[in-house]
């Protein structure tokens, strides 16, 4: 091929290539792209918390950095797990974080530039509350992303008139961060069940949302403290039409639906935990896995609620059931084979029937698996020697502890490892197919600061924290990471982190053009990467002023390839292709 030239630059610490070349041919399909979106807590509506990322593998990982040119600066505190979205506002990948000064980001996945950012009134400080532990309280809970309306879905503690405390939920453009018409919702305006009204004062929003068919679900409890008349609730708002609000609250007081991974969903229905509720003689709701219809609605009836035998002993010494969110997880083989896993505060992990919880009643399995209340979010995967469930023990265990759900009838729970991962953060996994190159990520939170990567079978370390400068700072308790494209991001008070994995360098293959067609060229590299193409037809502007041709999709494992549909003239073009 003539009039071609190549060579190599480095951006930062990008690898990127610059090539010269004669406009000309390829037709390409941009089917087989396969787009990455992170668009809820633990990344499923079963809250497992798996992401299948090909460049992962158990090997590659011990070369994980932190990316100290991605900035990533927010402004506030911030508990809510990080989103990603591929195909992102103006097409760019992006990363969407929220904080406790009610601000609202999109960020450039790739530079951490600010793509579009949102604040939505004033956050309560904590004086401004009954009691509590966060300071000041603005957004908590992570958002959900509902991709076919483009919307991004979360709730707000703020003052709208200036003086009262409310809890607004909020649906935000995707592309260009403006409110939706109709919204936010006003939950205390909005939001009763029987003879119980939201008070927004003594309510906390700390659970992840979810999209359940056409309605988003917003869960809420208590203050820390557990000061004031509070319930557990689940609010319900149609998406196409937010003035339709449906809630369900437990009967007796307190009950609080707190837990951090928020509701886990079969695809059709919310399965909810509650905490310890005050002062009932029979079971009112609380401390227990409760299964909604959509609205949501609550039958009552046994087949949709489990709580232990001894609730009102656990209601007595605040051992909420609720403290962990449910985790739907499949176990072929076993019987039944559909479960909820349930974690409690009295340190028990509990197996459901998921299509028949039982009421109050003996569970399918039941251990004693952690000697500190398990207060966070699990994960679950599976690989050729079974499936497991994680956790992180509270307090000073800071520990990991992998269990295995037997394939039996019923199906028993065994303890397989435990590793210290330096903090309080909830685990989240990795696969390079969703059952090999298993790794369980944790993070050091409110302990050392630091990413830790451990092998799903065994708990030997693949990963742990890297050098100085790999240190994050003011990481919250019970927080998770993503992951997209060979790179991890944890959000952190006032900051956004990104660990990438090394790029070989980068190969060309099938270069090649046609008459008045568009030029088409490839690369080989690491099997799922972003790489992102850029083009000019002056060499000398600076690469800001390049034109972004999108991600390259990838065609094959490891095979990466695209066309510039813009080059038709037969006219001189420079490329440049960078991760991430």
């Known amino acids: 091929m003539s009039n071609i030239s190549k060579g190599t630059a480095?951006?930062?610490?990008?690898?990127?290539?610059?090539?010269?070349?004669?406009?000309?041919?390829?037709?390409?399909?941009?089917?087989?792209?396969?787009?990455?979106?992170?668009t809820q807590h633990h990344n499923h509506a079963s809250r497992d918390g798996l992401y299948i990322e090909p460049a992962f593998t158990q090997a590659a990982v011990t070369n994980l950095q932190r990316d100290l040119t991605f900035a990533g600066t927010i402004s506030g505190n911030v508990y809510a797990q990080p989103l990603y979205l591929d195909n992102g506002p103006g097409g760019k990948a992006a990363v969407i974080a929220v904080t406790e000064s009610n601000n609202v980001y999109a960020l450039d996945a790739a530079n951490a530039s600010v793509l579009w950012q949102?604040?939505?009134?004033?956050?309560?400080?904590l004086s401004h509350l009954p009691c509590g532990n966060i300071d000041p309280m603005g957004i908590t809970g992570t958002p959900v992303v509902d991709l076919p309306s483009r919307t991004l879905f979360f709730d707000a503690m703020t003052t709208p008139n200036g003086t009262t405390a409310r809890h607004l939920i909020y649906a935000l453009n995707l592309d260009t961060g403006t409110t939706n018409s109709g919204w936010p919702v006003d939950v205390n305006a909005s939001a009763t069940f029987g003879t119980n009204v939201f008070t927004s004062q003594t309510q906390g929003e700390r659970s992840a949302l979810s999209v359940i068919g056409g309605s988003v679900y917003v869960p809420y409890g208590g203050l820390a403290g557990d000061c004031g008349t509070y319930h557990g609730w689940l609010v319900g708002v149609t998406i196409t039409n937010p003035a339709q609000v449906t809630a369900w609250a437990t009967t007796a007081g307190k009950g609080g639906a707190w837990a951090c991974g928020g509701a886990a969903s079969d695809g059709t229905h919310?399965?909810?935990?509650?905490?310890?509720?005050?002062?009932?003689s029979s079971w009112s709701g609380g401390e227990a896995i409760i299964r909604f219809q959509p609205g949501p609605v609550f039958s009552g009836q046994s087949v949709d609620y489990w709580a232990p035998a001894n609730w009102m002993s656990l209601d007595t010494g605040d051992m909420d059931i609720g403290g962990s969110g449910p985790v739907l997880i499949n176990v072929p083989g076993a019987t039944p084979p559909n479960l909820v896993v349930a974690l409690g505060k009295d340190g028990n992990a509990y197996l459901l029937n998921a299509t028949n919880l039982g009421g109050v009643s003996v569970p399918v399995a039941q251990a004693h698996v952690s000697t500190t209340a398990i207060i966070q979010a699990a994960a679950t995967y599976r690989t050729a020697l079974g499936t497991y469930v994680v956790f992180c023990g509270n307090t000073s265990q800071n520990q990991l502890t992998a269990l295995r759900i037997t394939v039996s009838n019923p199906p028993t729970?065994?303890?397989?490892?435990?590793q210290s991962e330096g903090g309080r953060g909830s685990p989240f996994v990795t696969s390079t197919d969703g059952?090999?190159?298993?790794?369980?990520?944790?993070?050091?939170?409110?302990?050392?600061?630091?990413l830790h990567?451990?092998?799903?079978?065994?708990?030997?370390?693949?990963?742990?924290?890297?050098?100085?400068?790999?240190?994050?700072?003011?990481?919250?308790?019970?927080?998770?990471?993503?992951?997209?494209?060979?790179?991890?991001?944890?959000a952190a008070d006032k900051k956004i982190y990104a660990f990438s994995l090394p790029v070989s360098k980068i190969v060309l293959t099938n270069l090649s053009k046609s008459t008045n067609g568009p030029f088409q060229f490839g690369f080989t590299n690491t099997s799922g990467m972003?790489?992102?193409a850029f083009a000019t037809t002056n060499m000398s502007v600076p690469f800001t002023n390049w034109a972004s041709l999108g991600a390259v999709p990838e065609r094959a494992a490891g095979q990466y390839q695209i066309a510039d549909l813009q080059a038709t003239n037969g006219g001189q073009r420079f490329y440049r292709v960078r991760w991430p």
């Open 10 to 38: 480095d951006l930062k610490t990008i690898s990127s290539l610059a090539l010269a070349l004669a406009a000309a041919g390829g037709i390409y399909d941009l089917r087989g792209q396969t787009l990455i979106n992170v």
């Open 118 to 125: 949102r604040n939505v009134g004033s956050p309560i400080p």
């Open 270 to 280: 919310p399965f909810l935990g509650t905490g310890n509720t005050s002062g009932a």
């Open 413 to 418: 729970i065994t303890n397989v490892w435990t």
């Open 435 to 450: 059952t090999n190159n298993v790794i369980v990520w944790g993070i050091g939170c409110e302990g050392d600061q630091r």
């Open 453 to 490: 990567g451990f092998d799903g079978d065994t708990g030997r370390v693949l990963y742990s924290g890297g050098g100085t400068n790999e240190l994050m700072a003011a990481t919250r308790r019970f927080s998770t990471g993503i992951a997209a494209h060979g790179r991890i991001f944890v």
């Open 530 to 532: 972003r790489f992102e």
